[in-house]
């Protein structure tokens, strides 16, 4: 069984999302996503200040695997991306929920609108066990 967080929100694409500012979210790949993937080998992020809409492509996930797109969970603005991750994209395995983040996102609009579209962990698990 794949490690959830209660406090967090997923999407169906196997994306957590972290509200860590009043506008803002951090967002990465679950444990179960990294999980399937495999040991993790790049990871291509889009460029800060970028505009993105939800359910975009927004970068992808290389893994020893498959490649695999990284989709954006809401619409906004890349406010921060986890540098580490172009030295060290194996964060994504050992460290998905802490060290393995990926971006974060200023939201566009209402924050409470744009996650009510996101699963619970309950939800999130019943996903996976689709």
Do not use: C
């Not at 957590?16 to 951090?26: A, F, H, N, P, S």
């Not at 991306?81 to 200023?106: F, K, T």
């Amino acid at each position: 069984m794949s490690e959830l967080r209660n406090d967090f929100l997923y999407s169906k694409e196997h994306e957590w999302v972290q509200t860590v500012g009043e506008d803002t979210v951090r967002i990465g790949i679950t444990e179960f996503a990294q999980h399937q993937l495999g040991d993790i080998v790049f990871v291509e992020l889009p460029d800060l200040e970028a505009s993105v809409k939800a359910e975009d492509s927004i970068g992808t996930i290389e893994s020893v695997k498959t490649v695999s797109d990284l989709f954006s969970p809401v619409s906004g603005t890349i406010v921060a991306v986890n540098e580490a991750l172009q030295d060290s994209p194996e964060l994504v395995n050992s460290s998905p929920y802490e060290e393995g983040w990926m971006i974060e996102i200023r939201v566009d609009g209402d924050v409470t609108a744009a996650l009510s579209t996101l699963l619970n962990a309950d939800a999130y698990l019943k996903h996976t066990e689709e």
